[in-house]
Nanobody, 121 residues
Framework: HVQLVESGGGSVQAGGSLRLSCVASEHTYSSYCFGWFRQEPGKEREEVATIDSDGTTRYSDPVKGRFTISKDHAKDTIYLEMNSLKPEDTSIYYC????????????????WGQGTQVTVS
């Protein structure tokens, strides 16, 4: 059972930056896709960025060019660097891991962290 713990959320002004971290309880890089997703109360969860076991990254259109997902093998940590933040980026951000990168797979068969709040004003 993989446990994921996010940190790094907070409040920032528009145009600012934040870096989110997600620490995995065990070494899963060899076979898991990791992703960052976000969800506001009453709205559907949406994909932000994913990084597959081979390092392939994918970004949703709203964050492309502003956010960067990366992983540090030595620290078992996934990062989401967020730059040029906009008020519409305000949400709860979740880290997840599963055998596939699609949101449907993450939702049905993935491991999820508790979420971290990001507020952009």
């Amino acid at each position: 059972h993989v446990q994921l713990v996010e940190s790094g959320g907070g409040s920032v002004q528009a145009g600012g930056s934040l870096r989110l971290s997600c620490v995995a309880s065990e070494h899963t890089y060899s076979s898991y896709c990791f992703g960052w997703f976000r969800q506001e109360p009453g709205k559907e969860r949406e994909e932000v960025a994913t990084i597959d076991s081979d390092g392939t990254t994918r970004y949703s259109d709203p964050v492309k060019g502003r956010f960067t997902i990366s992983k540090d093998h030595a620290k078992d940590t996934i990062y989401l660097e967020m730059n040029s933040l906009k008020p519409e980026d305000t949400s709860i951000y979740y880290c997840a891991a599963a055998w596939g990168c699609a949101l449907q797979i993450m939702t049905a068969d993935g491991y999820w962290g508790q979420g971290t709040q990001v507020t952009v004003s």
